[in-house]
């Protein structure tokens, strides 16, 4: 489906509303950038139509946008391969395209989530995939995105971060354009836990808007969420002040308050009294504080970091816990200093 390769070719792993949305936006930064669609009739119809209809309809891609559904041809002389798969599918789709890699290649994360099981940020599960070949050079971007609102040309901000200063500028100079800025940032952990962890913090702002509350319970929820990302955040090396920026204050913002947030709408609909396999068999695209809310309080455990949000929404999500109650429990515990 696609001419020869280039050197600086991109290659995007991941054809739902938000790879879609980074091939739209980053199509003027590259010659040719081939998206790898992982359902082959959808990939029949995007190269007929130029559109995603199922995960992002009416948006035209770009003609230096081909769709591939065969690894060998998505990779193929790519220079950065970005990752936009689920949290859940990191670990296969790598082990699937490990042949077709190589050290040469600058890897980007653009998954937000955590492993279930292994406990693993995605950057951590990619290196751990791809280091028994060659030791793989990784950055991770995350922020406020709505895929919607970046393929239409909204001005946007996220960071891009990565322990290497160089790889992050790199990946920096290439991607940001007039309407998609990147800041770059020494800290994948605090990035990594922002983009994950809000996404839990965001069902119980749906709970909230769901059960009729106002104003001060979000702003007390996302307050009181942002401190629990914090904490755990730095528990696992990350930096303060990462989760004050765009991947941490900013996304949550963004997934707490935002009509297009799935996660905040499965929150929504639990508190109107909807069960959990109703809401996740209706949506077509994955609503990833899901399965991030087990892995979340987990790895709060693992690291002894208090975080009763999560605590609670994993209860309500796991065991049927009612939503009023959920926030009964909250308002509940035992008084301390903020």
């Known amino acids: 489906m696609s001419g020869g390769p280039q050197v600086n070719d991109l290659a995007i792993v991941g054809a739902g509303s938000w790879g879609t949305a980074l091939a739209i936006v980053l199509a003027p930064r590259f010659p040719h950038i081939r998206l790898w669609v992982y359902e082959k009739d959808l990939a029949e119809r ?54 077709c890699l190589d050290p040469s290649m600058v890897f980007v994360s653009a998954t937000k989530g955590l492993e279930n099981g292994t406990l693993l940020r995605a950057s951590e599960t990619i290196r751990e995939c791809v280091s ?24 946007t901000a996220l960071v891009v971060a990565s322990t290497d200063a160089s790889l ?88 707490c308050t935002g009509e297009l947030s799935r996660n905040r709408t499965v929150g929504l609909e639990l508190a109107r009294g909807r069960k959990l396999e109703e809401i996740v068999s209706s949506m077509k695209m994955v609503a990833e504080g899901i399965k991030t809310t087990h892995a979340t309080v987990d790895l709060a455990r693992r690291h002894a970091v208090e975080m009763p949000i999560s605590a609670q929404m994993f209860e309500m999500l796991n065991f049927g816990l009612p939503p009023r109650e959920a926030i009964r429990r909250l308002m509940e515990r035992t008084l301390k200093g903020e």
Do not use: W
């Open 46 to 99: 995007m190269c007929a139509t130029r559109v995603n209809d199922l995960y992002l309809p009416g948006f035209s891609l770009p003609a230096n946008v081909t769709m591939e559904t065969e690894f060998p041809a998505a990779l193929d002389g790519a220079a950065i391969v970005l990752s936009v798969m689920p949290s859940h599918l990191v670990r296969p789709i790598y082990g699937q395209m490990l042949p």
């Open 132 to 155: 028994g070949s060659f030791e793989p050079r990784v950055a991770v971007i995350s922020g406020p995105t709505f895929a919607r609102e970046v393929a239409r040309g909204d001005p």
């Open 168 to 255: 992050a500028a790199t990946v920096q100079a290439s991607f940001s354009g007039p309407t998609f800025r990147l800041y770059t940032s020494p800290d994948p952990a605090g990035v990594e836990i922002g983009g994950a962890v809000k996404n839990v913090v965001a069902i119980g702002a749906g709970v909230c808007h769901g059960l009729g509350l106002g104003s001060n319970t979000q702003a007390a929820l996302i307050t009181r969420g942002l401190a629990e990302m914090t904490r755990l955040a730095m528990a696992l090396g990350g930096r303060p002040q990462t989760l004050a920026g765009l991947a941490g204050l900013g996304d949550l913002v963004l997934t």
